[in-house]
Structure formats: structure tokens, C-alpha cells
């Protein structure tokens, strides 16, 4: 069974860090490309950051990059989402999701999400 299991999320104030984990596990990744996409209220899903599994290739948003970090662990089968300096329009819900295509901007592409972990910005 595939699982992309989320963590890391929490509240934090303005200026400060997170690092959120996404543990892969039930197939092989290595030809998949991992992501995370963000989705705060009332808004569509966005994508934040994105990094090929082989190679590690890696994407960054406009509105992030400077700021996060996207990153993964092959020995332990995890990526990782490392924010600074957030702000409080970072304030979502975050998912990771893995595809074997492109990315669309929204996610369309993937074949498997992860159950989403709050982040929470105060300004």
C-alpha cells in the first residue's frame, strides 16, 4: 500500500521556521518526481516546491523560493520542506504528492497525495 505521510506542520510566528517531513513508503520513487502543494481557505491548491527523486532536480515556487528549501532523504525515503522566514500568507494547509508526470500547477498529475499538515503563520 502506498502511504505519503505529512508531518512538521504547526503555528509559528512571523520570521520564524518549519521543516516538514513527507515519509514515502509501498513502491519504488525513484523515477517520481515529489512535491508540495499548499492550499490556504477559500484559495486553490498551489504548488510550492518540487524535487525529482533520481538526480534531485529541484523546482521553487516565485512566491517561496529564497525561503524554502525543498530536499530529500533517500536512506530514510523522505522529503523535506524547509521554511524560513515565513510569512503569514504562507498560512495553509500543506500536502506532498508524488507523480511520475509533470507537474501541473495545481497537482493534477499526481498519483498519490499525503494526508495534508496545517501551517499556521501569526503575524
Known amino acids: 500500500q502506498v502511504q505519503l505521510v505529512g508531518s512538521g506542520g504547526g503555528l509559528v510566528q512571523a520570521g520564524g521556521s518549519l521543516r516538514l517531513s513527507c515519509a514515502a513508503s509501498?513502491?519504488?520513487?525513484?523515477?517520481?518526481?515529489m512535491g508540495w502543494f499548499r492550499q490556504a481557505p477559500g484559495k486553490e491548491r498551489e504548488f510550492v516546491a518540487a524535487?525529482?527523486?533520481?538526480?534531485?532536480?529541484?523546482y521553487t515556487a516565485a512566491s517561496v523560493l529564497g525561503r524554502f528549501t525543498i530536499s530529500r532523504d533517500n536512506a530514510k525515503n523522505t522529503v523535506n520542506l524547509q521554511m524560513n522566514n515565513l510569512k503569514p500568507e504562507d498560512t495553509a494547509v500543506y500536502y506532498c504528492?508524488?507523480?511520475?508526470?509533470?507537474?501541473?500547477?495545481?497537482?493534477?498529475?499526481?498519483?498519490?497525495w499525503g494526508q495534508g499538515t496545517q501551517v499556521t503563520v501569526s503575524s
Open positions: 504528492a508524488a507523480t511520475s508526470q509533470n507537474w501541473g500547477p495545481r497537482g493534477q498529475s499526481a498519483d498519490y
Open positions: 509501498g513502491r519504488t520513487f525513484s523515477t517520481y518526481s
Open positions: 524535487i525529482r527523486w533520481s538526480g534531485g532536480d529541484t
